[in-house]
């Protein structure tokens, strides 16, 4: 069975900083999309990483691929407080069910 | 529609009574999920819809879970006998699947959830 998990589960962090979420699934998929969620919000797509290698930027979010050794990275540059949400990874098993990790509240104080 | 349209947004309830929740999926997506987030907690799968293919069910907690979609558009999750444990946002999302190999993405576009509290 497909285990998704991701470090930390909660950040909190200084604006400026920057720093990266870790995810990392147990069995070989080759999608894997992130998703933002505000507070009372639903689920927002970020990115969707195809190929091993695959790397995707937007704004100070940049998300990187590793297929081989099964992790994701979701890299914050110079962080600000709009981007306090939790984030989530999520991988596909079989043709089209989505896994999703346990989420990573970030907080990001002025 | 424009988006995923979910309703109702929020639900109260007593236990032991049966709910409803509906899910109106984009126009023209084949597939259509239904997912539960718990208080603070990620997203447990439920069930899944690809166009007329029986659906994947693997995720439903208990038999008195249950899901339909009619005429490969709207979809109704309904459970029976509620508990105080299926209090829950209950999220709908819906894609256009499309297995192009290694370019095909199948992006789901989540409704805003259906909040579901059992007393």
């Known amino acids: 069975e497909l285990k998704v998990e991701q470090n930390p589960l909660f950040l909190s962090m200084q604006e400026g900083k920057n720093y990266t979420i870790y995810c990392n699934y147990s069995?070989?998929?080759?999608?894997l999309y992130w998703y933002r969620q505000d507070p009372g919000k639903s689920l927002e797509s970020l990115f969707v990483l195809l190929s091993n290698g695959a790397v995707k930027q937007e704004g100070r979010l940049m998300a990187s691929l590793d297929t081989k050794a099964r992790l994701s990275t979701l890299h914050i540059t110079a962080a600000v407080h709009d981007l306090s949400a939790t984030y989530f990874c999520a991988v596909i098993q079989g043709a089209q069910k989505l896994v999703f990790g346990q989420g990573t509240r970030l907080t990001i104080n002025p | 529609g424009a988006g995923v349209s979910q309703s109702p947004s929020n639900k109260v309830t007593e236990k032991g009574k049966d709910v409803e929740l509906r899910c109106d999926p984009i126009s023209g997506h084949t597939a259509l999920y239904w997912y539960r987030q718990s208080l603070g907690q990620g997203l447990e799968f439920l069930i899944y819809?690809?166009?007329?293919?029986?659906?994947?069910k693997s995720g439903l907690p208990s038999d008195r879970f249950s899901a339909e979609r009619t005429g490969g558009s709207v979809s109704t999750l309904t459970i029976q006998r509620t508990q105080q444990e299926d209090s829950a946002v209950y999220l709908c999302a819906s894609s256009l699947f499309t297995w192009t190999g290694p370019t095909g993405a199948n992006v789901l576009t989540f409704g805003a959830g259906s909040r579901l509290t059992v007393l």
């Open positions: 069995t070989t998929s080759d999608r």
């Open positions: 819809f690809q166009g007329n293919s029986a659906p994947d």
